[in-house]
């Protein structure tokens, strides 16, 4: 089946650096989704990446999808003590379901 | 956030014993799904109900049972539960995807469920 593997698992970083996390996936995606996980909380929507290249951006986070629709990352800019929680990429092949990747648990040092 | 009400938030119980959980959502949305969560696999899709008593397996369904006898409720039940199935569970619901497309799923706050 498919699988969507995600590095780092964890990442220390010192508030004010940049933060990249990597998603591969096994097979060829339709479309990738990014969730955001606080400790203790749910995961929480991010954004969806549906075309082959596409980069989209919010706010100080960069989402991009590659040519071959097999991997995507998420690069934030300038980490805030806000940014910590566990980073999910999530790829859909078939129908509504998501296979999600291991997650990139974010620890910012103030 | 989106309706959606997970019950119980927390149970305890032991080996052998029948547990259920319940999803229950105000969005009408039609996709319900039921993932567990654990350290270092992130979230493993159950179950998933595509409507009112259509149901599917996900990736580990092994052990558990879904019914959905109306739109707005979901339920997971363990029929007899085993240690390996203490997890946090979390439902989400979705609305349906358009040309291959899905949707963003919006998940509850999750049960933590220890078995002992």
């Known amino acids: 089946g498919q699988q969507v593997m995600q590095i780092p698992q964890y990442q220390h970083v010192q508030e004010g650096e940049d933060f990249t996390t990597y998603c591969n996936s096994s097979?060829?995606?339709?479309?990738i989704q990014w969730y955001k996980q606080r400790p203790g909380g749910h995961p929480v929507f991010l954004i969806q990446?549906?075309?082959?290249?596409e980069v989209k951006k919010q706010k100080r986070l960069t989402f991009q999808f590659g040519e071959a629709k097999k991997n995507s990352s998420l690069h934030i800019t300038a980490t805030q003590t806000t940014d910590v929680g566990t980073y999910f990429c999530?790829?859909?092949?078939?129908?509504?379901?998501?296979?999600f990747g291991g997650g990139t648990r974010l620890m910012v040092k103030p | 956030d989106a309706g959606i009400t997970q019950s119980p938030r927390h149970k305890v119980t032991e080996t052998g014993t029948p547990v259920t959980l319940r999803c229950h959502q105000t969005e009408n949305h039609r996709y319900m799904y039921w993932y567990r969560q654990d350290p270092g696999h992130g979230l493993r899709l159950i179950h998933y109900s595509y409507g009112v008593k259509d149901t599917d397996k996900g990736e580990v369904s092994d052990g558990y049972s879904v019914s959905r006898s109306k739109t707005e409720d979901f339920l997971l039940t363990l029929e007899s539960a085993t240690s390996s199935q203490t997890s946090v569970y979390f439902c989400?619901?979705?609305?349906?995807?358009?040309?291959?497309?899905?949707?963003?799923?919006?998940f509850g706050d999750g049960t933590r469920l220890s078995i002992l």
């Open positions: 097979t060829t995606l339709s479309n």
């Open positions: 999530a790829g859909n092949n078939a129908g509504n379901m998501l296979t």
């Open positions: 990446l549906v075309k082959s290249g």
């Open positions: 989400a619901i979705s609305e349906s995807g358009d040309r291959g497309v899905s949707q963003p799923q919006h």
